[in-house]
DNA sequence: AGATTTAATGAGCAATCAGTCACCGAGTTT
DNA sequence: AAACTCGGTGACTGATTGCTCATTAAATCT
């Protein structure tokens, strides 16, 4: 690979180390492409000459990181069909990016057909995991006779909730890490009845 | 009152009207103040006649809105202190202007610093009206012993989540007809422990 | 009836942004 | 070293939008 070539790669790989930081700091709906520009320290141009539009560049920054998340998951998932631990886990890979997933569960309902249809696929197939599990554990016994399908949503529906109003449960810090403790005993409060004195 | 003041009366309202549905049909941040003048039938600067700017256009429509609904719930509490009679008429409540508190849900996080302090302070008289009922609850015996804040957060982020993703559940009528019954019974599952056979 | 008030008008302003393009100059090829 | 290639530039464009203001005409007042 020659210079120019090399040149070339080293800006496009920083353009997207930049735009992550700023989209994860105020939003991809409120980080404007002449801000990435200016951050990076390139013209506004230059952004189009490496990424077609905007959306080009949302997506294939989050196209990455949900790759992440996807295969962490999957990780997660052929290690373990404990509940606890596989929740245990998902919450670890939220807090680890928890502020992208913050602005995730706050935009995505605005962000382009395709993109929305993206992340939402991916969040199916997380839930999917979680769904059998629950759905397993409620045929041999080991959990309360409930709606698997609600259940899974009680619980994503709740992180999400957390996730989107972050930044009034927190000041700094991680909502997760808040709250997962509560979550998990909630959670499972909800599948098992333990007996009570 | 005269003809015009009769007339002027007349035309706020009308602004008023039009702008609600606006807003219902395509969100508060996707209606501009053109629209509203042009489906109203009035000239765009008509509307700045009657309101300082948009934002106060939006603040007088949900307060409104968010008055009829936290009388609602007074009257709620008053009549019954029954948590799933609470249940049932918040969620008829919900029902009856789901797409407003559909797109609610959705932009929150987006509106002008005012407007979501209000927004939020409604919705927490509602949920320590919950809160309470709850925390009573518990201490009668009537409920098991699980932390009172965060099982309202699982019924209120469910909810939210069913409602700021109500497109994806259903294409046309009612995301909390769809699931109500689910909802209820799965946070009574969470609060009671059945015998099951 | 003439003077005054005021609701309503709509052309236009200013700010914001995503995206374009003619041009430049360093790097590459001949 | 001359010709050519191409990554990078930044001024500019066009679309969108909230909001203003000089002007109009109908209602009200004197």
Redesign the interface.
Known sequence: MNKRQLQKQKTREHILKIAKQEFVEKGF?NTTTNQIALQAGIAHGTLFLHFKNKDNLIVEILDKELELMSSGIQDLVGRSADLEQMLILYLNLLEEDEKLFSVLA?EL??YPEELRRKI?FRDSLIRSHFHNVIESGIGAGKY????P???V??L???????L??RS?FVENGSVIAK?RS??I??FK??LI?EK?K
Chains 1, 2 share one sequence.
């Open positions: 709906l706050r309902p605005f939402m309360r006779k409930l709606d399908s609600t259940a949503t009680f994503f529906g709740t992180i999400n909730y957390y989107s109003l009034i709250f509560k979550i005993s909630t409060a909800l009845c009570e």
